[in-house]
């Protein structure tokens, strides 16, 4: 099967605009997929007629940004419902406390001589969330960094002086919410921030999945994690995380065996199967 169950758009951090993303996504001739925009479920409401003509192709999703310590988590939700929910409940101020953030680092840049605006970031966010990955083409903009990756690298990724948390939800309470709304919970890109480290704790949370296969594993990345969902019991799903088309993955979209898949497609409520 070829899914990306892990694709944002401008309604967080993405480069593309909903119709955009569904337009590449029509092109790729996808299986499977799921809009996985960072603390909203904005996506699904303001463009609900599109993203209904892919039927069941398309799983109701949401990536929400956790802390603990001074490591960030991400974990995806899907099959979560549009209305009033569990997870609802948490993300209600995100909108208010991602602006707050990309205010407080870009303070902080201006603090190391980086000569960057809150307007410079704000050219780049065209929906209502504002994150990293906006302030990092800011800075590429500027000239302060030669691309969005070394951006992260020197100035805001979690080990960089103006990185700054985005979330105080742990990643516990944002599994439990995801659970209790019916959804799916499922660890992001577990490599990145040493996350794979917290397995463990976050299956005793109640974690059902992992991102098993994605463009930035290795080979033995992926089977390590194939490995570690069977010995945990759980599901695995698959994800570019694509925020918009680059040089090295240009479209979304992962190839794999449709039994790696079924664990999870099989949570899915009958007629989204």
Known sequence: MNVDFHLHTTESDGVLEASALLRTVASVGMDRFSVTDHD???VYERHADMLA????????GIE??????NREVHILGYNIPIGPSPLREILV???QTRQRRAERIVEALNAQGVEISMADVRRHATGLMVGRP???RALVDIGAARDVSDAFDRYIGADCKAYLPSSAVTPARAIQAINASGGISVLAHPTRSRAEELLEELVRDGLRGIEAYSPSHTAHDTERFRRLAHVH??????GTDFHGPT????YPGVDVDEAD???????LPPSAH
Do not use: K, Q, W, Y
């Open 40 to 42: 909203t479920l904005a």
């Open 53 to 60: 003509r892919f039927g069941e192709r398309v799983i109701t």
């Open 64 to 69: 929400v940004s956790t802390n603990t310590g």
């Open 93 to 95: 101020d995100r909108t």
């Open 134 to 136: 906006h302030i990092a």
């Open 233 to 238: 019991r759980l599901v695995m799903t698959a």
């Open 247 to 250: 040089e090295t993955n240009p």
């Open 261 to 267: 898949l079924a664990g999870f497609l099989a949570l």
